[in-house]
């Protein structure tokens, strides 16, 4: 038997239920709507999918979205459960229960953010630390290295069988979150092997994901990293490494292009921290902070409007890219 909390009005700050409780919410639905953060990464579209896919094949109604851009971005095209992705505009204005997924913030849900007060019921499911616990219930698992990896233990507990779908979904965030396994912990590997097991190809969706870029990828490189600036004395003397990515350098690309630039520019030994300033519209910056040990990222973003996790986090910020540069130093301190 499995309990379902009950509450119809939201609460400022939500409630922590367990995986048993999430089970309740799930099986109780009459209808779900699935929300990934704006500029989704692997991890939300794999989570949102997977989670969708279960839903569906349980025989709920089930609309999974984000709220911007208005495409998947191409590298998660080829993911399983993509039939039940809807645009935007097309998510239902209510619904019995509403799930977000690895989205720290109601702010990461862009528009949609909307679909909240139309919900029944909302739960969170997220692993990021700095999440403001805005649904009516969350599973805030901070030590998971990715949202699927808390979606891989609640389809275990929910006897839900793992495929090579659900598997290439759930792979997909864990590969990605976790920087194609750098940053493992015990039991990483464990749940990657289980899922290879199921004969999906890692190779080719880590290539798919992580290692496929257009040729114009190549001279955006050039031009960023070249005006990369490094700031030995930020930071207390640890470092910041920075580098801007304005629209003109990124015109014709793709999120994935802009996206893997950062993890070029934080391999700079003589920085603790780097900053990758992303331009997503003239004088809008998506800023991607990453740290290596002693600096944590999350509470920097946080204090600039943003969050994510310790070695990784984000905020958006409007403006001359100086001015965004100077508001970072000061906060770094
Ligand atoms: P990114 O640099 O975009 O890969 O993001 C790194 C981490 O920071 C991810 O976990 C994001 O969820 C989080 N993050 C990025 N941008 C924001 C933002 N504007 N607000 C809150 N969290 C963010
Ligand atoms: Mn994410
Ligand atoms: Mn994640």
Not at 160 to 166: F, G, H, M, N, Q
Not at 241 to 253: P, Q, Y
């Amino acid at each position: 038997m499995t309990h379902c909390p009950e509450s119809t009005t939201p609460t400022l700050t939500s409630r922590h239920v367990s995986l048993q409780d999430v089970i309740g919410l799930l099986e109780g639905a009459t209808s779900a709507t699935v929300l990934c953060h704006v500029q989704p990464d692997a991890d939300t579209i794999g989570s949102g999918l997977a989670l969708g896919i279960v839903l569906e094949r349980k025989g709920i109604p089930v609309q999974v979205s984000f709220a911007t851009p208005d495409r998947l971005p191409v590298s998660m095209s080829g993911l399983p459960g993509r039939h039940l992705l809807v645009p935007a505009e097309d998510v239902a204005e209510s619904v019995d229960l509403l799930v977000t997924v690895d989205c720290g913030s109601a702010g990461r849900l862009g528009a949609l953010a909307s679909r909240l007060g139309g919900a029944r019921r909302s739960l969170v499911i997220d692993h990021h630390r700095s999440n403001t616990r805005y649904g009516m219930f969350d599973l805030i698992d901070d030590s998971a290295e990715a949202t699927t990896a808390v979606l891989a233990r609640l389809f275990d507990l929910w006897n839900v069988e793992i495929d090579a779908d659900l598997a290439h979904c759930l792979y997909a965030g864990l590969v990605t979150d976790t920087g194609s396994f750098r940053w493992v912990q015990p039991g990483t590997h464990t749940l990657a092997e289980r899922l290879l097991g199921t004969g999906i190809d890692g190779a080719a969706i880590a290539r798919t994901l992580l290692d496929t870029h257009p040729f114009g990828w190549l001279p955006m490189l050039g031009a960023v990293l070249s005006s990369a600036v490094l700031v030995p004395e930020a930071a207390q003397g640890r470092g910041l490494v920075h580098a801007a990515i304005r629209c003109t350098d990124s015109a014709g690309l793709g999120s994935e292009e802009v996206e893997s630039v950062v993890d070029i520019v934080r391999t700079t030994s003589e920085a603790e921290v780097a900053a990758v300033f992303k331009e997503s519209a003239p004088g809008s910056w998506s800023v991607s902070l990453r740290s290596k040990e002693t600096v944590d990222v999350a509470a920097v973003a946080e204090r600039l409007g943003g969050g994510g996790h310790r070695f990784a986090a984000g905020y958006t910020v409007s403006g001359p890219v100086e001015s965004a540069i100077c508001a970072l130093r000061e906060t770094l301190g």
